[in-house]
Structure formats: C-alpha cells, structure tokens
C-alpha cells in the first residue's frame, strides 16, 4: 500500500467513529425532543451531517486509491448509515491499513509471499 492509498484509508478511518457517535448522539436527541423539552436535534443534526459529508468524501477518495471493488466501497458506505456501523468501519479499515504496511515492508525487504 502506498503512502497516499495509506492516508485516504487513515483519513476515513479517522472520521469513521466520530460520524458513528455523532450518529447515536443525533438519535439520543431525537428521543429526549419527543419525551422532554430538550431540544439539541438541529445542532446534532448539523455535526452529523457534516462528518456524514465528510464521511463519504474520504469514502470516495479511498475507493479510489485503493482500489476497492464496488462491493466493498458499497459496504462502507452501509455501514456509515447504520447506528453503530461506523465503529465497525473504523476497525475494518484499521486492520486493511495494518495488512497493508506489513506487505509493503515484506516487499521492501523482498520477502516473498507464500
């Protein structure tokens, strides 16, 4: 992996979890506006729009770089709408980073791979 498929992929990591949050905080203001008079859902609404834009604009440059098939941007992508999904994101995309680094130091120091 190189350094610049290594930072789109880092850089959506980055924004995985906090989307995810903002997500879940967006939902626990929701609830707290219909049972309470609590009402934060237009400021929560507008953090998590912007790291859900943020979200898929790092998505959209790591597919390409890395060179994702279709099916795995399409995963990403799900994940981000689900509640929680960006956690899991951020986990999968942390061991892609992981797997890719040791494979490019395997093939700098030219071990081959079985």
Same mark, same amino acid.
């Given at each position: 992996?190189?350094?610049? @498929?290594?930072? +789109?992929? #880092?850089?959506? #990591?980055?924004?995985?979890? !906090?989307?995810?949050?903002?997500?879940?905080?967006?939902?626990?203001?929701?609830?707290?506006?219909? @049972? @309470?008079?609590?009402?934060?859902? !237009? *400021?929560?609404?507008?953090?998590?729009?912007?790291?859900?834009?943020?979200? *898929? +604009?790092?998505?959209?440059?790591?597919?390409?770089?890395?060179?994702?098939?279709?099916? @795995?941007?399409?995963?990403?992508?799900?994940?981000?709408?689900? !509640?929680?999904?960006?956690?899991?994101?951020? #986990?999968?995309?942390?061991? %892609?980073?992981?797997?890719?680094?040791?494979?490019?130091?395997?093939?700098?120091?030219? *071990? *081959? %791979? +079985?």
């Amino acid at each position: 992996m190189d350094i610049k @498929t290594a930072t +789109a992929v #880092r850089r959506l #990591r980055l924004v995985s979890a !906090p989307e995810a949050v903002s997500f879940l905080l967006l939902l626990v203001c929701s609830v707290l506006k219909r @049972t @309470t008079e609590f009402n934060a859902v !237009p *400021v929560m609404g507008a953090v998590h729009g912007i790291l859900f834009l943020l979200y *898929v +604009a790092f998505l959209l440059d790591a597919w390409i770089k890395a060179k994702w098939s279709v099916g @795995t941007a399409l995963l990403y992508f799900v994940l981000s709408v689900l !509640p929680a999904g960006g956690f899991f994101a951020e #986990r999968r995309l942390r061991r %892609e980073v992981e797997n890719g680094v040791i494979a490019a130091r395997a093939r700098r120091e030219g *071990v *081959v %791979e +079985a």
